[in-house]
């Protein structure tokens, strides 16, 4: 567990009301927000609204900590449930915290954060997206760079546990990528998916 900041001083603790919005979904954090008391909704946003919520942070705790520990964009959006009071430590005074931990110490917040972060991108893409979004985001996860520069995704596992990680039938997946391949965004050959067209997965992706 990362640690609570050690300064107790009274005048770096900043409050909110009901309604603001404390992170948003998509930026890299600048700061490290340790919340003291409160409640705060993560989910995702859409034209103001909490249109997706998949659960509260309650103070003490830090907000969003895979994201901190991982030094990646923030995944969800946070908004104060009620009054809170938290503070902001600048993100180089975080890392050097964390980096002053045993190495062990780190590798198993690295994991945790990494398996958090992916199963909360997972929860979003299966509540956001539809399945030709979700399959587009997949295959621009999974691709590398092949011959001539193309990049590839190979099918190195079954359909059905492709779909499994999508949330959709096996068969909704055969259609989706039917789909994609006449829309020209990508081509198919055996066990290989060629992205011929990555910006337009990436449009349709959302990312």
Same mark, same amino acid.
Not at 1 to 18: T, V, Y
Not at 39 to 65: K, R, S, T
């Given at each position: 567990?990362?640690?609570?900041?050690?300064?107790?001083?009274?005048?770096?603790?900043?409050?909110?009301?009901?309604g603001e919005h404390l992170l948003r979904r998509?930026?890299?954090?600048? +700061? !490290?927000?340790?919340?003291?008391?409160?409640?705060? *909704?993560?989910?995702?946003?859409?034209?103001?609204?909490?249109?997706?919520? &998949?659960?509260? !942070?309650?103070?003490?705790?830090?907000?969003? *900590?895979?994201?901190?520990?991982?030094?990646?964009?923030? *995944?969800?959006?946070?908004?104060?449930?009620?009054?809170?009071?938290?503070?902001?430590?600048? =993100?180089?005074? &975080?890392?050097? $915290? &964390? =980096?002053?931990?045993? $190495?062990?110490?780190? !590798?198993?917040?690295?994991?945790? *954060?990494?398996?958090?972060?992916?199963?909360? =991108?997972?929860?979003?893409?299966?509540?956001?997206?539809?399945?030709?979004?979700?399959? $587009?985001? +997949?295959?621009?996860?999974?691709?590398?760079?092949?011959?001539?520069?193309?990049?590839?995704?190979?099918?190195?596992?079954?359909? @059905?546990?492709?779909? $499994?990680?999508?949330?959709?039938?096996?068969?909704?997946?055969?259609?989706?990528? @039917?789909?994609?391949?006449?829309?020209?965004?990508?081509?198919?050959?055996?066990?290989?998916?060629?992205?011929?067209?990555?910006?337009?997965?990436?449009?349709?992706?959302?990312?």
């Open positions: 567990m990362l640690p609570a900041p050690k300064s107790k001083d009274d005048s770096e603790i900043q409050s909110a009301d009901a998509a930026e890299n954090p600048t +700061w !490290a927000i340790y919340l003291e008391s409160g409640c705060v *909704a993560l989910g995702v946003l859409q034209d103001g609204v909490m249109e997706h919520q &998949f659960g509260v !942070a309650q103070g003490p705790c830090w907000l969003e *900590a895979s994201c901190l520990v991982l030094g990646m964009p923030y *995944a969800v959006d946070a908004v104060a449930e009620s009054k809170v009071s938290f503070r902001r430590i600048p =993100m180089a005074e &975080f890392r050097s $915290a &964390f =980096m002053g931990m045993p $190495a062990s110490a780190q !590798a198993v917040l690295h994991d945790v *954060a990494s398996a958090h972060r992916q199963q909360t =991108m997972l929860a979003i893409s299966r509540l956001a997206k539809d399945a030709d979004s979700r399959c $587009a985001e +997949w295959l621009l996860q999974h691709a590398q760079a092949g011959d001539q520069g193309v990049m590839t995704v190979q099918l190195q596992q079954r359909k @059905r546990c492709v779909a $499994a990680q999508l949330g959709i039938a096996p068969e909704t997946l055969s259609r989706v990528l @039917r789909h994609l391949r006449e829309r020209n965004l990508i081509s198919v050959s055996g066990r290989h998916v060629s992205l011929v067209d990555p910006q337009g997965l990436k449009s349709l992706a959302g990312v």
